[in-house]
């Protein structure tokens, strides 16, 4: 049985960027969430399972009926975070110097929790504005102190709730640096969160490929690591070149370490306790549905291929750290077999 999977929503916006603020597909500007969501039911229901929409941006409580109306056979896996989009929190929710604006936007986010929990959906925090962009511009344990203090009051809630919370890491955008920048500064906000004394059994990790990809951060290693924790709650699949938050289409590039995470993700039996493959994808000049339709049949090929991976060779491979016997194996379920191999050699002897 296939693990069932989600997209975010804003794959199918006006995907702006600051060279093109209006966006390479102006046609969505207008497009009201409910249509937006109709347009991704009809194009993509035969593929996919959920939607994930920030909050309070793409679904609040104003619009939510209506996107419910339109979702047809799919639901509502996530919603995220979404106050970096509004300039009134040019210098974050959490760590705001404006104590006024530090409750306000923790309000909202804890409402945005109690409509999670409405919805039987998950919550994304990625603190993209919770960082700085100078030296000398925060007092850094301080700025640490407010940003471990926000979060576990909104992870407070969600424990309150039921609603299980999924912490996404980046280095870079919009903050320049952002503070929980790895996925070691995941952990290590889980450990402060745990010790004010909040319940984090439901605090995990979500893993944006690409993310991870920009720190040089093995998909595979850190899916294992994480799973050892406890704490490997959800995945965002993309790709991209490694330097910018490209959120490619799956398999584009780094494929070999996509394909290792997918055996990983297997062999920990992923999926097995509800958790999806959500696709956070930003298809700039693309055609938006078909992007997806072939991340999502990518995701399915190398997962598919992972399967003929022979575990039991290269658990022998890995015990000795052959890593030419390793890709030996790899590449054998790829098609280099003795036959491709022996066809290669007498071609050469011609």
Partial sequence: MPVKN???????????????????????????MASRTKRVVDGLADLMDGLEYHYPGEINEESVDAIKAALGPMDIYCLAAGLHPDPTYKLGVFINPDAALRRQGIEVLKRGVDLAAALGAHFIIWPGAEGYNY??????????????????????????KGVTVFLEHKNSEP????????????????????????????????????????????????????????????????????????????????????????????????GARGERIGYDLYPYTEDQVAAVRRSVLQWAFIDDLARKLDRAALAQARAAADAVEGYRIVYEAMGLDKAYTDRIINERKK
Wanted: charged share 20%; hydrophobic share 45%.
């Fill in 175 to 270: 903050a320049m640096n952002i503070l929980m920048r790895n996925i070691s500064a995941c952990l290590y906000t889980i450990d402060r969160v745990r010790r004010l004394g909040v319940d984090v059994s439901r605090l995990q990790v979500n893993m944006d490929w690409q993310h991870l990809i920009m720190n040089g951060e093995n998909l595979a290693e850190y899916a294992a690591l994480l799973h050892t924790e406890g704490k490997l709650g959800h995945q965002h699949a993309n790709s991209g070149w490694g330097t910018f938050d490209d959120d490619n289409m799956v398999g584009a590039a780094f494929f070999m370490q996509t394909l290792e995470l997918a055996m990983t993700l297997q062999d920990v039996n992923y």
């Fill in 135 to 160: 030296n000398f511009q925060r007092d850094y344990a301080r700025t640490w102190d407010l940003f471990i203090n926000g979060v576990g009051e909104v992870v407070a809630r969600a424990a309150e």
């Fill in 6 to 32: 989600s997209i975010g929503i804003w794959a199918f916006g006006p995907n702006a960027t600051r060279f093109v603020p209006i966006g390479y597909h102006p046609e969505t500007i207008h497009e009201d």
